[in-house]
T-cell receptor, first 110, second 118 residues
Framework: RKEVEQDPGPFNVPEGATVAFNCTYS??????FFWYRQDCRKEPKLLMS???SGNEDGRFTAQLNRASQYISLLIRDSKLSDSATYLC???????????FGTGTRLKVLA | DTGVSQDPRHKITKRGQNVTFRCDPI?????LYWYRQTLGQGPEFLTY????????KSRLLSDRFSAERPKGSFSTLEIQRTEQGDSAMYLC????????????????FGEGSRLTVL
C-alpha cells in the first residue's frame, strides 16, 4: 500500500462548479499535511496547509480526518485558472521527510 | 532571482554515463531536498539535508546515486552508470527551519533538471 494515495482523475468540471478531492495516508503517526498545486511542466507550489480543525483560504477549504486517515480539499466556484494537478503531501512523524501523493488532475472547462 | 535554481535544466546522456545536477537553494534556507518525478506521478523523495548533514536517504535510492551539500549551501546529485529507468525530472527544494517554531512545511522547489537516458 502506498503511503499517500490519491485518485489521479482527471476531474473535468464546468466553471463555477464545486469539486472535492480526497487523499488517504497509511501512517497513523503522520503529523503534518499539505496541499500543493502543480501546473503542467512547472514545479509544485504550496497551496495550503491542513490543520486539525480544518481551514479555509478563499474558495479553498481543507479538512483533516485523523480517525479515517484522510484529508480533503474542496474548491468552490471553480475558475479556469484552477486547472492543475493537486498534490497531497504528508509529513512523516519524527522526520522532515515529505511524502507526495500521485496528484489529482483537475480541468475546469469553460 | 532569489528562488531555488537548478542546473542543468535538461540533460541527455547515454546509458552508462555519469551525470551531476546542481541545486542552489534560497540563501537562508537550512534544509534541502531532492525529489524525482516521472510523468503522471507525484514527486518521489530521494534525500534531504539539514545544513551540510544528510539526514535521510530513500531506500529506493541505489548506490549509484549520491548527494552532497559540502558547505551547507548548494547541493549536487550525482548518478553513476545511468540506466534508462533513471530518466525523470529531478527536483530540488529548500525550506527554512525556525528554531523553536518547528517546520513551516513549505518547500520551495526549483524548476527541475530533466534527465533523458538513451
Amino acid at each position: 500500500r502506498k503511503e499517500v494515495e490519491q485518485d489521479p482523475g482527471p476531474f473535468n468540471v464546468p466553471e463555477g462548479a464545486t469539486v472535492a478531492f480526497n487523499c488517504t495516508y497509511s501512517n497513523s503517526a503522520s503529523q503534518s499535511f499539505f496541499w500543493y498545486r502543480q501546473d503542467c511542466r512547472k514545479e509544485p507550489k504550496l497551496l495550503m496547509s491542513v490543520y486539525s480543525s480544518g481551514n479555509e483560504d478563499g474558495r479553498f477549504t481543507a479538512q483533516l480526518n485523523r480517525a479515517s486517515q484522510y484529508i480533503s480539499l474542496l474548491i468552490r466556484d471553480s475558475k479556469l485558472s484552477d486547472s492543475a494537478t493537486y498534490l497531497c503531501v504528508v509529513n512523516m512523524a519524527g522526520t522532515y521527510k515529505y511524502i507526495f501523493g500521485t496528484g489529482t488532475r483537475l480541468k475546469v472547462l469553460a | 532571482d532569489t528562488g531555488v535554481s537548478q542546473d542543468p535544466r535538461h540533460k541527455i546522456t547515454k546509458r552508462g554515463q555519469n551525470v551531476t545536477f546542481r541545486c542552489d537553494p534560497i540563501s537562508e534556507h537550512n534544509r534541502l531536498y531532492w525529489y524525482r518525478q516521472t510523468l503522471g506521478q507525484g514527486p518521489e523523495f530521494l534525500t534531504y539535508f539539514q545544513n551540510e548533514a544528510q539526514l535521510e536517504k530513500s531506500r529506493l535510492l541505489s548506490d549509484r546515486f549520491s548527494a552532497e551539500r559540502p558547505k551547507g549551501s548548494f547541493s549536487t546529485l550525482e548518478i553513476q552508470r545511468t540506466e534508462q529507468g533513471d530518466s525523470a525530472m529531478y527536483l530540488c527544494a529548500s525550506s527554512l527551519q525556525l528554531a523553536g517554531l518547528g517546520h513551516t512545511g513549505e518547500l520551495f522547489f526549483g524548476e527541475g533538471s530533466r534527465l533523458t537516458v538513451l
